[in-house]
Antibody, heavy 119, light 109 residues
């Protein structure tokens, strides 16, 4: 069955660029159905969708983060990545990768990775 | 953007029924999805499209959606159901189309 796993640094300094990678197993990035998404969860429970990339490479970002975000895809290695520039303490959160299925539901989630923005 | 509201907490005794609401303007016209998040774990989809269950989710979990309120019902509550529950909708009319509710903490007494 589909499994997703995030990887990346747990600590990023303010103003630097955060880069996370999500590796998919048990499925294909090219399934033609899923939108490969990033969601983050701030310390006080709130879940925030931040963007996705389709199997064809089309992207859509949350308006509040659009100017700082890039999501890319590598079909040869079955992974997709998130890059968030100029991070601040407000970007401290648990970051999840997830697959978006029909009607906007998130079928599968990674285990999450905590990113702390601090000097 | 679209706003969803949920009660912060619900308490229920084992074997009883837990009812978790999700309020939104005309939410009955949207497809609502529900996630369970146990402490320290990732969210898990438990109900999608208002009332369907993914494979592996017990029949004790059910959903409904009408008017301005969607509801997740957990029947015959077990200790293992203690978790945060989030509702979520997708509305392509908005620039920020994926909206989550603030979450409801279900405590099993």
């Amino acid at each position: 069955h589909v499994q997703l796993r995030e990887s990346g640094p747990g600590l990023v300094e303010p103003s630097e660029t955060l880069t996370l990678t999500c590796t998919l197993s048990g499925g294909s990035i090219n399934d033609g159905v899923s939108f490969w998404s990033w969601i983050r969860q701030h310390p006080v429970r709130g879940l925030e969708w931040i963007g996705y990339i389709t199997h064809g490479g089309s992207t859509y970002y949350s308006p509040s983060l659009k100017s700082r975000m890039t999501i890319s895809l590598d079909t040869s290695t079955n992974h997709f990545s998130l890059s968030l520039t100029s991070v601040t303490a407000a970007d401290t959160a648990v970051y999840y990768c997830a697959s978006r299925g029909p009607h906007g539901r998130f079928d599968h989630w990674g285990q999450g990775t905590l990113v702390n923005v601090s000097s | 953007s679209y706003v969803l509201t949920q009660p912060p907490s619900v308490s229920v005794a084992p074997g009883q029924t837990a009812t978790i609401t999700c309020g939104g303007d005309k939410i009955g016209t949207e497809s609502v999805h529900w996630y369970q998040q146990k402490s320290g774990q990732a969210p898990v989809l438990v109900v999608y499209d208002d009332s369907d269950r993914p494979s592996g989710i017990p029949e004790r979990f059910s959903g409904s959606n009408f008017g301005n309120t969607a509801t997740l019902t957990i029947s015959r509550v077990e200790a293992g159901d203690e978790a945060d529950y989030f509702c979520q909708v997708w509305d392509s009319r908005f620039d920020d189309p994926y909206v989550f509710g603030p979450g409801t903490k279900v405590t099993v007494l």
